[in-house]
């Protein structure tokens, strides 16, 4: 039987930062919520929303998943790019969360059930030097993770993307106005190496470590960097370089074996399609709210699956609870999953966001409510009013515009 679509609203709320949550609402009285967070742009994908999608969603089959994420993919002719995609990925969260809900089933058993007990994650170690760092990553092995990544100040720059003053909560977009950052290649290549050093002199090789180097990286420089730390065993370096001339990653491949991670601002299959095809990385990761939600994460995941490259979605703090918990049902239940990244949210985005996932032992599990396991507190998420915050930008030491 169709299931009405009766009403759709936006949702923006800051527990400590931005969150935009959509929720759709049924003639069933089911409703399903899906996060549409885009850092630094989260109104844009806003009035997406409300002036685009919303409209279009009204009176529609909710149980009609693909054919509205097609309507609202090929419908648009202006296709792809990260504020679409997050509006679409909002409403097909929604969508599965309410067809999930009807079945009175959890999620991942719509996607064909769990391939495993539970999803192996990542956190975040991070200080202004080597030392402070390897402390951060003492107090998470306390804590029970199997794999860290590790990011560390660099002498003779002032900042360094990564490293924050709230270890647990780091959350980047730190003023209503971008901040700039100093970046030196040269500085960076000659010590972040020591780190990884130190790290295995003193913790072994039992424990994942990774490591993202956000983009700043020539592909001849993301090669030396990866033939430098091949002794360390990482799980991979993320961003070596920027994708967008996805052939270079051919030439850092040629050099080392260091894995490859990237994806995290990729949007769709297309995006992807390449470095995958030709086995250029390791691990893609794309993520449920800004590739187009569920259903298209599961079709990048089935391409990846056929060339040997394992899902490793991006869990910053600015993907909400409502992504977290729809991408674990999604990593539980594709048989190429590889990690999940997961920066815990604070105590405020926790109570806004009461979720049914839980962590042990370095595994995060989804639990089995029905549906994505997530839900939202309006009365509590309107305390909490939008702030403007900005992403900050990157330059060279000579002031020239670099990657962030």
């Not at 100040?153 to 950052?181: C, H, Q």
């Not at 040629?254 to 030709?278: C, M, R, S, V, W």
Request: proline content about 5%; charged content about 25%.
């Amino acid at each position: 039987m169709p299931v009405k679509i009766t009403q759709a609203k936006v949702i923006v709320t800051c527990p400590d930062r931005n969150f935009v949550t959509l929720k759709i609402e049924t003639d069933e009285g089911i409703y399903g919520i899906g996060d549409a967070t885009l850092n630094g742009r989260e109104l844009a994908v806003v009035s997406y929303l409300e002036d685009h999608l919303i409209p279009c969603l009204i009176g529609r089959d909710a149980n009609q998943i693909e054919d509205i994420w097609q309507y609202f993919y090929r419908g648009a002719y202006w296709r792809r790019g990260p504020v679409t995609m997050s509006a679409i990925a909002a409403v097909d969260t929604a969508l599965w969360d309410i067809k999930a809900k009807k079945a009175k089933l959890p999620l991942y058993e719509l996607l064909g059930g769990k391939c495993r007990e539970g999803v192996m994650v990542y956190g975040h170690a991070n200080g202004q030097d080597i030392s402070e760092t390897l402390e951060e990553v003492s107090k998470y092995i306390e804590l029970g993770y199997k794999a860290i990544r590790l990011q560390t100040g660099i002498p003779g720059l002032k900042s360094t993307y990564g490293v924050s003053k709230d270890k647990m909560f780091y959350e980047p977009a730190d003023a209503n106005l971008p901040s700039e950052n100093i970046w030196s290649t040269a500085k960076y290549l000659k010590h972040t190496p020591k780190l990884f050093d130190k790290a295995r002199e003193k913790f072994g090789f039992d424990h994942h470590f990774l490591h993202d180097i956000h983009h700043r990286l020539t592909p001849i420089e993301a090669a030396k960097f990866g033939k430098s730390v091949e002794d360390y065993n990482l799980f991979w370096m993320e961003d070596p370089t920027p994708a967008e001339n996805q052939e270079a990653l051919r030439l850092i491949r040629e050099h080392t074996t260091t894995p490859i991670a990237i994806g995290e601002i990729f949007n769709t299959i297309y995006d992807a399609k390449d470095l995958i095809q030709n086995q250029l990385i390791d691990y893609i990761r794309t993520t449920v709210v800004h590739a187009g939600g569920i259903s298209h994460l599961r079709k990048i995941a089935a391409l990846a699956e056929l060339y040997q490259v394992r899902t490793g979605s991006h869990g910053a703090t600015d993907l909400s609870p409502v992504c977290m918990g729809a991408a674990l049902h999604f990593d539980i239940s594709v048989s190429n999953f590889g990690i999940q990244e997961y920066m815990r949210h604070t105590d405020k985005t926790d109570d806004v966001f009461p979720h049914s996932y839980t962590f042990k032992e370095g595994m995060l599990y989804p639990g089995d409510v029905p549906g994505h396991g997530v839900d939202i507190d309006e009365e509590l998420a309107a305390k909490y009013p939008y702030q403007p915050a900005y992403l900050p930008v990157n330059r060279l030491e000579d002031g020239t515009m670099w990657s962030w």
